[in-house]
């Protein structure tokens, strides 16, 4: 379906409300369905319009999982010329590059698709991506083509993997998670709820550590204000019973605290790119908040990483250092895709396109009457063949009982 012009701008102007989360959007549209439609053409566009061929382009890379065989190759990217280091990446700084579904991922297939890439881009300056097996070995592949391509790796994950170290081989974490999981057990139902620790995720979960580490500074802190006995409300001796254990870990609240502080210091400093100078700059920062040996351990470590991820380059010149841009451009896409953890990989991955690049509503407006639906069909069909979703209703119809 080709819309009119007055009829795409309309359009525009709801997909930009809804891409701002202003969900009115929808009232834009005849149907629920033909909202979504004009995201998806939009995705499409993004992911198919013409780049520029540049030298200067930094790709991020990562895969998303699903339910089901599938998992999706995602390639954002930027030019250097174009990056305001001063500032965090955005959404909007970002294009789409490359987007493909994999049943079965592989170094050889994501070398495959970086190959693709560079057809749209030329030959990019640094790819930014975690040290995942198939991501790494992928670009094991590619450099040997391309020498000159650097393989900065995400400073995040690597801080994760540097925690897990540590706290894996510390007894103390470990009974800390459990008395915090006691703990929540057994005041969610309570009027102690609002005490209720966090629980930390499942995946990743040594990339989610501040909240949990978070709640146990504060809510001591609040016992030894003596908060609880300023609430008539609240039975002292239960809020001893549960939270007083909190007491014992003061010294490790303390000693892990310092290990996130050095973590995030990191993590804010690479923000502005990985450059010559970084090194002895971060150690400047992090001098002061290194205090235990466990917190000394983990700035030289992070300092070595980054040693290495600064080694060779020009002076004055500055690589992206983190792919949290590309983590949040995939959790906005996940609360889009309201379903994703039961329907599948569906046509919805499309959308990542809209989330991405500078939108104005004439942009907007030339990619719907650019891209048809019958373009977003053909897409799916090549791309994500037969849906998960679409697997179940004809297993489902099969056994249908008059």
Known sequence: MVLGAATSLRAATGVLQLLSGRLPFLEQAPSVNAGRGWLLRIGLAQLTCEKQHADDWVWIMDHTLQLGPYKC???VGIRLSAWDAKRPLRHEDMALLNLTPMEQSSGERVHEQLEATVRATGVPRAVVSDEGTDLKRGMEFFRRAYPTVRHQHDLKHKNALLLKKELTEDDRWGAFVKEANRT???TTQTSLAFLNPPGLKTKARYMNLDALVSWGERTLNYLDAGGPASDASLDQRKVEEKLGWLRGYRADLHR????LQVAR?????????????LCDELRAQVSPLTTTPAARVLSDDILAFLREQSAGLASGERLIGSSEVLESIIGKYKRLQSCHSKGGMTSMLLSIGALVGRRTSSLIASALERIRTADVDQWCRTHLGITLQSQRRLAFSATKTE
């Open 73 to 75: 190759l995602i390639i």
């Open 256 to 259: 892990w605290s310092e290990l």
């Open 184 to 186: 929540k057990l057994g």
């Open 265 to 277: 210091a990191a993590e804010k400093a690479v923000q502005g790119g990985i450059r010559p100078s």
